[in-house]
């Protein structure tokens, strides 16, 4: 029984416009909002940790970039394994696996000792990316020909892994990660996670283990990274030393940020944000001016409005009386 | 491989140098951090602002001269940028200073991208610094860079003065209380907001002389501010924040461990090693080298 | 009534939204030793730094030397004669004693004054070099003081100053705080044990749940104060 709010309809007019985007928008735009569809599961992953947990971390690129890799690596540069299920999982288990590791040692300390851990992680793997151990890396220039093939059920040729499909995939995922973090929040679990960002040490008082809560945390958004990371590779066919270094998680961090922290569709907003800010204003506007507007935006935002555009919008639907 | 020890005296001398000159831009990074409470990246965009500034003067009015000037130039930034950026963000978040902050790295990289072009500078050494010093050491010739001799004398003076500016001066004493704890010094009578711009200030020529010295090393293009933030950030922090002792020790130990590991091991791998150690430091003794800094939260 | 030198008009402090102090009122006058007891998580120290606008109060006024310091900046009001030694000493650890001593802002000669202090606190001139952090409870405490007194204060706020220090120490620093008394300084300081500091003050203030609930003047101390003691600390003297 769905109450018929005003917020619920937009809600719906926002669905089923992207829903329905492939079939009436050029290849570029539907690049575009897969694009952001990808860096929006990515940031919801980074947002688990630093928005709902108060955990900043500068791993984030790791479990992104190394899970593409990972894909790289299983379809090109080591072997030939190209079936898309195999792949996949494998990118969700380096995902996982690299969380685990990177959340264990970088909770043996706290704030921003932890945060220094994380970013010696993605400085290391980006270093062993560049220097191309065996040439399963392949260095700087990346790992590219990376496309997935379809996948065969039946007599059904399901290409998920380009175009429009990827676009319905990423989509897919998008809202299953929207859907399990909001589950994860509204339960216990997200109780506790609250409480780890609000006072670490009554839970520890309480009897608490919040280390096992953080590394948790940090396996799930590390499988979530992951899958961003795999689905990043298949839209733009090239895995790239780019993707694990720091400055991509510093990147996620600042989505985040702008966008809205501890919500579900701030960091969305935010990714969305990035992309029309580096696609269209380039285009419109040539060469590097969308640095500029980038740039100036974090500056105005953390002036103006440093909750994050998304609480700004919410407070503007609420005063317009939309609850 | 038989490795001569005139190789070995050679790189821990050259080691020795770089760890001079990143203690300049560490400090200026650690008394910033000390006092705003998060990575200031702008400090990158005053070391890579150094560089430029630098090149661009030098072939006017001679390299020392130069140098100089550049770094009067960042002081001024400095300037601007705790007025305009800084102080207006007091009461926000680290996490929300830290971004804007990020966005201010940005657009100066661009800016320079813009009107001075993206390809790599090189910074010309004046003949009178160039070229190698021959010494005789038990029997055998080693020769060192003349300009690597220069940045020891030069970043031994400043920092033998800085040391004596927060340690001799009552406010360079009040800078480092203010850094250590900002509530107490301000219940002492200390203006937080004229310690603030000093450290600032003092912070954007540290950043400046080293980006105008390294200059010639690394040359000089867009983002070496931000590539060389995450070696600095290390050094601030395994230091201590607001330690100067132990930030040079810190920026020694590194500086070392790639200079001597880049004899026997490709330099992304002497890296890898050196950010493994700070891994293993960090986890197992937080709280800096000497253990004694202030703690961040 | 120009002998008053801090009057607090009925101030409301809040922590966020919760309100710690509701309606304090209370007034130190010149040269008076004047205590602030009560049982921790009272106000006591929300008190004190609501008069050094560390948590300036939403309500209410505070007077200081016949200015209103209501909400001035805390630096400004250490320049005017307050100056506040927090809970816990505050002392800065990586500094040495003598570098410790040359933080406060004062207007007179530093040496002169860097003489008066040592005069009183001679265990420091021996220390002068050591590292603040490395000195023990006692010295830290004795450092703290030491440091305000270089302000030439009109008033010293203490906040517990007597904390975790053993009771021989405590006997010296109460010494000293008479000596400092003796000089012309005010002192206000907050207490929640009160053993021994009860022989000092001129008068006691008595705070609960972030109001004044009584007043004694030095005769009443003396002829009650077990009975003082027991009732609003729960100490058995």
Redesign the interface.
Known sequence: MLTFSPKLIIYILIFATLLFTPLFAGDYLVHLVTSSFILGILALAYDLLYGHMGIVSLGHSVFYGIAAYTLGMLSVTIFNIKNPIITFVAAMTAGAMLGLLIGYVSTFAKGIYSLLITFAFAHIFYLLVMSNPGGITEGENGITQVRPPPLYIGNFTLNLFKGAGLYYLTFAILIVSCILLKAIIESQLGDVFRGIKENENRLLALGFNVRQYKIFAFVISGIFSGIAGYLMACLENIVTPEMVSWTTGAQTLLIVVLGGPSSLLGPIIGSFLINIVRFYISSLMGGGTWVYVLGGLYILTMLFLPQGLWKYVERVLVSLGIK | MTVGWELVALQIFNGFTMALAYTLVALGLSTTMGLLGIVNFAHGALYMMGGYFTYILASSMGFGTGLACATSLCALLGIILFLCIYKPLETRSPIQVLVALIGVLLIFEQLVRDFLGAEPKMLQIPFYLSGPIVFNLLGSKISFSKYYLFITVVSSVILILVYCLFHRTNIGIRGLASIQNKEVASLLGVDLTKVGIIIFVLGSILAGIGGGLLGPVFSIYPTVGGEILGFIFVIVIVGGVGSLIGTFFASLLFCLIRSIGCIFLSPNYVEIIAYCILIAIIAFKPRGLLGREKVLD | MSNILLEVNDIYTYYGPSCVIRGLSLYVKNKEIVALLGRNGNGKTTTLRSI?S?NPPKRGSIWFDGKNITGL???KC??LGL??C?EGR??????SVM??L?????SDN?KELLKQVFEIFPELESRKNQRA?SLSGGEQQMLAIA??LM?KPKLLLLDEPMEGLAPMICKRLISKLREINMKGVTILFSSSTAKHALDICDRVYIIEKGKIVAEYSKKEMEEKSSEILQKYLGVVR
Not at chain 3, 102 to 106: L, M, N
């Open positions: 050094m560390l900046p805390p630096h250490a320049r100056s506040l927090l505050g002392i800065f650890p990586g500094l570098e410790n040359r933080v406060p802002v004062c530093q952090g440091r305000s302000m």
